[in-house]
Structures are given as structure tokens and as C-alpha cells.
T-cell receptor, first 111, second 114 residues
Framework: GAGVSQSPSNKVTEKGKDVELRCDPISGHTALYWYRQSLGQGLEFLIYFQGNSAPDKSGLPSDRFSAERTGGSVSTLTIQRTQQEDSAVYLC?????????FGPGTRLTVL | GNSVTQMEGPVTLSEEAFLTINCTYTATGYPSLFWYVQYPGEGLQLLLKATKADDKGSNKGFEATYRKETTSFHLEKGSVQVSDSAVYFCALRAGGTSYGKLTFGQGTILTVHP
């Protein structure tokens, strides 16, 4: 596709459930990033992939959060045992050089 | 660690007014600096960037100059339009690489009235 795509666009879940968020980066982009955007915390970095490796995962807030990337393309962000404070918009970005291109985000609501 | 501070918002202006959104940063070395914009209902998109001191980034009538001496990257536009209403984010990336995480400011909501 022409841009970064994310699915689902919206996800409502119950506290304690696991969720998976998907990101399809721009074809050929070697770097992929996850961020989250929430009212209280603004835009926060979560994890960065270069190819299938994650040289920087310093932003993951707890061990309930994990991410993987396969084939140097699609990435999945998994949140286990969701909590209400996990409610946010999760953004994915990809880049081949200087500029990061952002997807539309997945709005996660934990009830 | 690295950090970015933006002026408090929201900012409300009349059409054709002059806009300044202040941004200062704390970082080691020579980071790259960015302004991103998020229009209502849309995703985050790059507005402009500067990668070294004294560089001026510009796009769509917006400008920002990388000032190392004042660690600032203020966003300016001479005459705003209603269509400029959006949330603006200042961001930095550590220097010496084309990759790596962005550190964002808290965002400034701009509303332009006709």
C-alpha cells in the first residue's frame, strides 16, 4: 500500500484480556516504530525495530507489553492482561531514512 | 535524557494572524529536530525538519530555525488560515543517526477562526 496501515482501527476490550495490534509498514522500510498517544502522557515511544531485531525497547512500560516483527515487514504489538491505563491510541511508524511515516493508529479502550 | 518542551496551549488566532509556537529541547550532541502536525481526524504527518544548527526547515508557509545556542526550534507562520487548525508537535531524534526514536513535546492545539 501507499502508506502505513494499522488494524484494527478501534478495539474495545475488558480489563484482563489480551490484545494484539497489527502494523503494516511501507514496503521496503527497514525501520519500524511503535508509539502510544494518551491524554495524560502525550506521545510516548514504545519500541523500535530495525529489520526483525529490536535495538531499542526501552519504552515498553511493563512486561505485559511485547512486540515482534517478522520477515522485516509486519509487526504485532501484544498487550497481556490489559489494564485501564493501557487505554490510548497506539501509533506505528516506518522509515527508510530520516523521515518517519505514521499510520492512522489503533484506538484501544479497556473497560 | 532527551526532552522537548512546547509552549502551553491551546492557541486561538484569527485568520491571517502571525503564529509562533515555542519549542525548546534538552539533548546531548546535535539532535535532528522536527515539527509534526495532526489535523482533525487524521494521522500524524511531518511538517518540517532541520538536521543541523542554523538549518531552517520550511513547508506550507511554516518555518523553524534550529538554534543551538538557545536550544530552540520555534515554529512560525506569517499568516495562518482556518485550515491550519490542528495539533502541532515538536520532536527530536538523537544525532548521529538517521534512525531511532522520536521524543515529542506535549503538543499545542491551534484553532484559527475566520
Amino acid at each position: 500500500g501507499a502508506g502505513v496501515s494499522q488494524s484494527p482501527s478501534n478495539k474495545v476490550t475488558e480489563k484482563g484480556k489480551d490484545v494484539e495490534l497489527r502494523c503494516d509498514p511501507i514496503s521496503g522500510h527497514t525501520a519500524l516504530y511503535w508509539y502510544r498517544q494518551s491524554l495524560g502522557q502525550g506521545l510516548e515511544f514504545l519500541i523500535y525495530f530495525q529489520g526483525n531485531s529490536a535495538p531499542d525497547k526501552s519504552g515498553l512500560p511493563s512486561d505485559r507489553f511485547s512486540a515482534e516483527r517478522t520477515g522485516g515487514s509486519v509487526s504485532t504489538l501484544t498487550i497481556q492482561r490489559t489494564q485501564q491505563e493501557d487505554s490510548a491510541v497506539y501509533l506505528c511508524a516506518s522509515s527508510s531514512d530520516n523521515e518517519q511515516f505514521f499510520g492512522p493508529g489503533t484506538r484501544l479502550t479497556v473497560l | 535524557g532527551n526532552s522537548v518542551t512546547q509552549m502551553e496551549g491551546p492557541v486561538t488566532l484569527s485568520e491571517e494572524a502571525f503564529l509562533t509556537i515555542n519549542c525548546t529541547y534538552t539533548a546531548t550532541g546535535y539532535p535532528s529536530l522536527f515539527w509534526y502536525v495532526q489535523y482533525p481526524g487524521e494521522g500524524l504527518q511531518l511538517l518540517l525538519k532541520a538536521t543541523k544548527a542554523d538549518d531552517k526547515g520550511s513547508n506550507k508557509g511554516f518555518e523553524a530555525t534550529y538554534r543551538k545556542e538557545t536550544t530552540s526550534f520555534h515554529l512560525e507562520k506569517g499568516s495562518v488560515q482556518v485550515s491550519d487548525s490542528a495539533v502541532y508537535f515538536c520532536a527530536l531524534r538523537a544525532g548521529g543517526t538517521s534512525y531511532g526514536k522520536l521524543t515529542f513535546g506535549q503538543g499545542t492545539i491551534l484553532t484559527v477562526h475566520p
